[in-house]
DNA sequence: TCTGGGGTCCTGCGGCTG
DNA sequence: TCTGCAGCCGCAGGACCC
């Protein structure tokens, strides 16, 4: 093994290579070798996860599931099975906090290591990122790929180029030279947006921003942007891995299979991802002050409104009621034609630190026993086990629903 | 081509308050 | 009592990330 110039880079960013879909064909071997789609059957969906031999055609992240079809159509198409994934994500952050205790997860398939205090022991960043490649691929077989430099957004970069099933290091006091050609999407930060931005400026790479005047990113992008962008430029990034980052909302949306104007049928809705939302909340011991509502109409423009509660709740009938109030009043109910609708809970507290206020002829303590109940039955027998009854489909007894515009994603009834 | 779902962060505006 | 100002907060929207 030759060595590699690590010394000064103790950032490690680990990137599971396809996850999803890497996770099918571990569990499915008869697809190995193949173009693996993970994603939605309906015609809204999105593509979340594809095998290299997907990518080869084009299909990437994100894409519409329609489109991915068209380009590869000889792809087995699976729908996702996120416990699955959540059981195979625990096992490997488990691997990484063996390494190192400061590990912050970014989502279920990457994590940033802090592994300066682990290299005594068990050697070189570079070591130690073979020996989490080693350790994965043996007890999860599934590749990972690692990059390693002196920060965050370095080690990330360096793990983008090095996929699928590679490691990269970026040696400390090379990141200019590394950056300097890379386009500005490179940059964590830079979407489509503020990309036609920079173009407009004439800044197409990474060393163009390094070089324009700070005031000249101000102008366009605002202070927190420029500063930020010109930082990255430059390879700087002070964040540090953060091993417990607190949440500061949780929420749900849902896509309708068709567009939807019935008031009902929205509330309806509003019901059920009040439901979801309060579930998450308790299952974390939070409530929320703010509750926020989000509706996109069929021309796909999007509107919220929020409220801020008297006190903090994570009471379904009370952020429900919130819902609908934000509803009846956006000037939408009833009106537009919307395809999504969402509910976020915001402002987020521990709920031993709330204060119960109770009116007259409030039944809180009441509701919250009875939804503690139910959090109960919905973790042994599944979240539909018991619903209201504005939740039970017309024809759901006889097994027909005449619900449609619910139906979505091949998951309609794993809610 | 026709755009999911879960989030975070930033900006700008208006109202309130001292 | 009125006005101007600064700071804070709530709210809405947009961009971005995975």
């Known amino acids: 093994m030759r060595p590699v110039a690590d010394s000064g880079c103790h950032i490690l960013h680990v990137d599971m290579d396809a996850f999803y879909a890497s996770v099918e064909v571990r569990d499915r071997p008869d697809l190995a070798g193949r173009p693996v789609i993970v994603g939605g059957l309906s015609g809204r969906s999105v593509v979340l996860s594809a095998t290299y031999q997907a990518r080869a055609f084009g299909v990437r992240s994100a894409m519409p599931m329609s489109r991915a079809r068209r380009l590869c159509p000889q792809a087995t198409i699976i729908p996702p099975r996120h416990a699955a994934y959540g059981a195979v994500s625990r096992e490997v952050m488990a691997i990484f906090r063996a390494v190192t205790p400061f590990v912050e997860p970014i989502s279920l398939d990457e994590a940033f290591l802090d592994v300066s205090g682990a290299i005594r022991l068990l050697g070189s960043p570079a070591t ?29 970069l360096a793990s983008v180029r090095c996929k699928p099933d590679g490691l990269l290091v970026i040696p400390a006091g090379t990141a200019v030279e590394f950056l300097r050609p890379l386009p500005v999407s490179a940059l964590w930060g830079v979407g489509e947006k503020t990309r036609q931005t920079l173009a407009r400026l004439g800044l197409r790479t990474v060393g163009d921003i390094a070089a324009a005047p700070l005031g000249v990113l101000e102008r366009d992008l605002g202070k927190a942007a420029a500063a930020h962008l010109h930082a990255l430029a430059d390879g700087r990034d002070a964040r540090p891995v953060e091993s417990s980052v607190r949440e500061k909302s949780v929420g749900a949306e849902q896509t309708f299979e068709v567009d939807i104007s019935d008031a009902a049928t929205v509330r309806r809705e509003l019901l059920r991802l009040s439901r979801r939302t309060t579930r998450a909340l308790r299952s974390g011991s939070l409530a929320a002050r703010t509750i926020t509502i989000k509706l996109r109409k069929s021309d796909f423009t999007t509107i919220t409104r929020s409220r801020t509660l008297p006190a903090a709740t994570s009471e379904t009938q009370q952020i429900y009621a919130t819902a609908c109030a934000l509803y009846a009043a956006s000037g939408l109910s009833g009106q537009a034609r919307l395809r999504l609708v969402g509910v976020r809970a915001v402002g987020l507290v521990p709920a031993a630190t709330t204060a119960t206020q109770l009116t007259l002829g409030e039944r809180g303590a009441a509701w919250r026993d009875a939804e503690s109940a139910l959090d109960r ?20 007894a006889g097994g027909n629903s005449a619900d449609v515009g619910r139906r979505r994603h091949g998951q309609a009834s794993q809610d």
């Open 128 to 156: 130690i990122g073979r020996r989490i490649r080693a350790q994965v691929a043996e007890q999860q077989q599934i590749t990972c790929s690692v990059g390693i430099a002196e920060n965050k957004f370095l080690a990330k």
């Open 377 to 396: 039955i919905s973790g042994r027998f599944g979240p539909d086990a018991v619903r209201p009854a504005a939740l039970i489909e017309t024809g759901e």
